[in-house]
């Protein structure tokens, strides 16, 4: 099955500086890689997605880059801000909706004031 | 639209005991699956349900079984509970022409003494 490694597992950067999150994983027939941010106690939430047909995807200060060859894909938000403090998840699946969605161990992300 | 909701909230059981968690699914979704996310660790997948059936399974043992109603909502059932089961267990659903997002509820956090 799929398995999906993410650095670094903690992340503090100053704010206003730049914060890079990266993820591998294992199964070339995975198409669709999430992001998701969970803040304590609530449930994740969606922040960006990426296709495989896609190279890279920008949204406001978020943006994510895929490397199919390399079987990566990084998070990157810049200008970082107190309320991205959080643990984001990266996280792959193949195929359509009968397909599990496989989480990477998460990344907690601090931004120091 | 109410989203993803989830019940109870919060409860606490003891080793041994059985217990009953809820989802309803986000309006016009019909797939449900059901994650486990321990302190600390990313979601793990538990199962998926789809008409009524279950459809994947992730490596939980047989104690874990769940329901999908003709409404599309769904249950998980836990039994034979051990500490181990302590968890945050949330529902996310989907449409089974799988488009994009992953809809997550709030979670149902379970302790067990």
């Known amino acids: 099955g799929e398995n999906v490694e993410q650095h670094p597992s903690t992340l503090s950067v100053q704010e206003g500086d730049s914060a890079v999150i990266k993820c591998t994983y294992s199964d070339s027939a995975s198409n669709y890689f999430p992001w998701y941010k969970q803040e304590l106690g609530k449930r994740p939430q969606l922040i960006i997605d990426?296709?495989?047909?896609?190279g890279e995807k920008k949204d406001q200060r978020i943006a994510v880059t895929l490397n199919k060859t390399a079987k990566h894909f990084s998070l990157h938000i810049t200008e970082t801000q107190p309320e991205d403090s959080a643990v984001y998840f990266c996280?792959?699946?193949?195929?359509?909706?009968?397909?599990?969605?496989?989480f990477g161990t998460g990344t907690r992300l601090t931004i120091i004031p | 639209d109410a989203g993803v909701t989830q019940s109870p909230t919060h409860l606490i059981k003891t080793r041994g005991q059985q217990v009953t968690l809820r989802c309803s699914p986000k309006s016009g979704h019909d797939t449900v699956s059901w994650y486990q996310q321990a302190l600390g660790q990313g979601p793990q997948f538990i199962f998926q349900?789809?008409?009524?059936?279950?459809?994947q399974r992730g490596n939980f043992p047989d104690r874990f079984s769940g329901h999908q109603f003709p409404n599309y909502s769904s249950e998980l059932n836990v039994n034979a509970l051990l500490l181990g089961d302590s968890a945050l267990y949330l529902c996310a659903s989907t449409r089974r022409v799988y488009t994009g997002e992953l809809f997550f509820g709030e979670g149902s956090r379970l302790t067990v003494l």
């Open positions: 996280a792959a699946i193949k195929g359509g909706g009968n397909e599990k969605l496989t």
């Open positions: 349900y789809y008409e009524e059936e279950e459809r």
């Open positions: 990426i296709r495989s047909n896609v």
